[in-house]
């Protein structure tokens, strides 16, 4: 009988898409970053059960894919935003008013120093240091978009954009 994902157990439908990528990356247990930045890529975060159960699919003590994980300040065990807004806020981007966007971005996405995601899950910002772009100061990278010589009408317009566009998106005109 053919085998269809409906027919598989739960724990493997669940999982469906970790279990791709362990085949990606042949279920070798030396390639642990690699598979935990894929999943990352997917889930934007680390899910603990996702953890858990690549510990034990790669037969690997489940302390050791948490170490790796908690480890680099790369990875994330908590849920961020569609888009993650990374401010720098280095020597060259903090003397070009760097934190005038970061009072922007806190303000109009209701964020603050305790709180970095917003309620729909739409944005995360992220306080970072020098990007290594200081003759763009300062600088916002906006998931993989870099935005050099940013000031605050700018980061407005570009919020504004984001903002209209998931509109859209919601309402279905867009995909
Ligand atoms: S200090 Fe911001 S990119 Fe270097």
Excluded: W
């Excluded at 409906?6 to 791709?20: A, G, I, L, Y």
């Excluded at 720098?88 to 995601?117: F, P």
């Excluded at 916002?140 to 980061?155: A, E, F, H, S």
């Amino acid at each position: 009988m053919k085998s269809t994902l409906t027919s598989k157990p739960p724990e493997v439908r669940r999982f469906q898409k970790v279990n791709e990528i362990l085949d990606n990356f042949g279920n070798n247990p030396a390639r642990l970053i690699a598979i935990l930045q894929s999943v990352q890529e997917e889930y934007r975060y680390l899910p603990e059960p996702v953890l858990s159960y690549i510990a034990t699919s790669l037969s690997v003590p489940r302390a050791r894919v948490f170490g790796v994980a908690t480890f680099y300040a790369h990875f994330s065990l908590e849920p961020k935003g569609k888009y993650i807004i990374r401010v720098c806020d280095g020597t060259a981007c903090h003397v070009n008013r760097s934190q005038s966007l970061l009072d922007l971005i806190e303000k109009r996405l209701k964020l603050n120093n305790k709180k970095s995601t917003t309620d729909d899950m739409l944005f995360t910002l992220e306080k970072v240091s020098c990007l290594g772009a200081c003759g763009l100061a300062p600088v916002v990278v906006i998931n993989d978009r870099v935005y050099g010589q940013v000031n605050t009408d700018k980061l407005g317009q570009v919020l504004d954009g984001i903002l209209l566009e998931e509109e859209r998106r919601g309402t279905g005109e867009i995909e």
